[in-house]
């Protein structure tokens, strides 16, 4: 573990440094963290480098540098890539050392990966997030803990940095399944906001005029805020793409199986976006699931904007 004597915060270790890991870690340094940075993608470093972070050539090495490790990575396998095996960051945790994964993976990987984290001594909490790319810029993520309460306690003023709404879920794995039930929630809520605005256009009403109304009664969402000007505008440049929200949405199918809970609704959107993916338009921002519907119905919601 890191020497703290030279600094009065903790020194971080991040690794994955995409969408969501760069401004996250970003505003880690703003916050005068000490940073220690690995990603598969040699290039991905360059932006934390520059503003002051150390790089390290594996997870391993970068577990030996730091007080505490960070992950933020696509899926459940890029997660036990860089937890396990000789260069992992298990294999350089020391003992009591808290691993903080702050990907969206299965809860039962989730579980999994912190009994073995157990067995070397580190203490490994999941702690998923919402709020997308502009959430992480800002640090207003929200973010769903499971694991042990004391770990997170220690750990919670560097969650703070990235993060506006931290709860504790319960044991791990806890925070995985809140994250799944967020993704179902904003999935099926897209594509019902989807089907009114197509609807509204095949009547021949206009969809902006029908989301300005709704924007102002019961329906409110900010999904209906946001993905509705979305879908009006067609910007489907990725804030979050499609083939994240369609793995997420088989975590979400697999919990249900696991658990022995029916989510229909979650099936059938999955199987939508699983549509889109098989069009080619798995790097489109998931609002691109209302093109879709306008294919189904041939018919357009909004036009590109000026």
């Known amino acids: 573990m890191a020497d703290q004597a030279t600094s009065s915060l903790p020194i971080v270790g991040f690794i994955g440094l995409g969408i969501m890991g760069r401004p996250m870690a970003l505003n880690l340094l703003r916050a005068g963290y000490p940073l220690v940075v690995y990603d598969v993608v040699p290039a991905a470093l360059e932006p934390l480098t520059a503003a002051g ?8 090495a970068l577990a030996r540098a730091v007080d505490v490790v960070v992950l933020c990575l ?26 903080v994964d702050m990907s969206t993976i299965s809860p ?9 984290a157990a067995e070397v001594g580190a203490i490994l909490l999941d702690a998923p997030v919402s709020g997308g790319q502009t959430g992480a810029v800002a640090g207003t993520l929200s973010i769903m803990v499971g694991g042990d309460a004391a770990a997170l306690d220690t750990v919670r003023p560097i969650l703070e940095v990235m993060g506006k709404t931290i709860v504790h879920l319960g044991d791990s794995g806890a925070g995985q399944v809140a994250k799944a039930c967020n993704q179902i929630v904003i999935a099926v809520t897209i594509e019902a906001v989807a089907e ?10 206009d969809p902006a005029k029908v989301r300005e ?3 102002g009664g019961y329906a409110y969402s ?20 499609t083939r994240l929200q369609t793995k997420d949405l088989n975590i ?14 979650t099936a059938l959107v999955q199987q939508l976006y699983g549509a889109l993916m098989a069009r080619g338009d798995s790097e489109l921002d998931h609002a691109a699931l209302v093109t879709v519907l306008e294919e189904l119905a041939a018919v357009t919601v909004g036009e590109p904007a000026s």
């Not at 972070?53 to 391993?60: D, F, K, Q, T």
């Not at 459940?76 to 050392?97: F, H, I, K, N």
């Not at 199986?257 to 609704?265: E, I, T």
């Open 53 to 60: 972070a150390v790089a390290e050539a594996s997870p391993a």
């Open 74 to 99: 696509p899926d459940s396998p890029d997660v036990e890539a860089a937890m396990t095996g000789s260069e992992g960051v298990l294999a350089g945790a020391a003992r009591g050392q808290i691993i």
């Open 108 to 116: 039962v990987t989730a579980r999994a990966l912190a009994a073995q």
């Open 196 to 205: 009114a605005m197509v609807l509204a256009a095949k009547a021949g009403v």
């Open 213 to 215: 109304v709704l924007l």
């Open 222 to 241: 900010r999904v209906l805020e946001g993905h509705g000007e979305r879908f009006l505008t067609r910007n489907f440049t990725p804030g979050f793409r």
């Open 252 to 265: 979400g199918l697999e919990a249900g199986r696991a658990y022995g809970a029916p989510l229909p609704a």
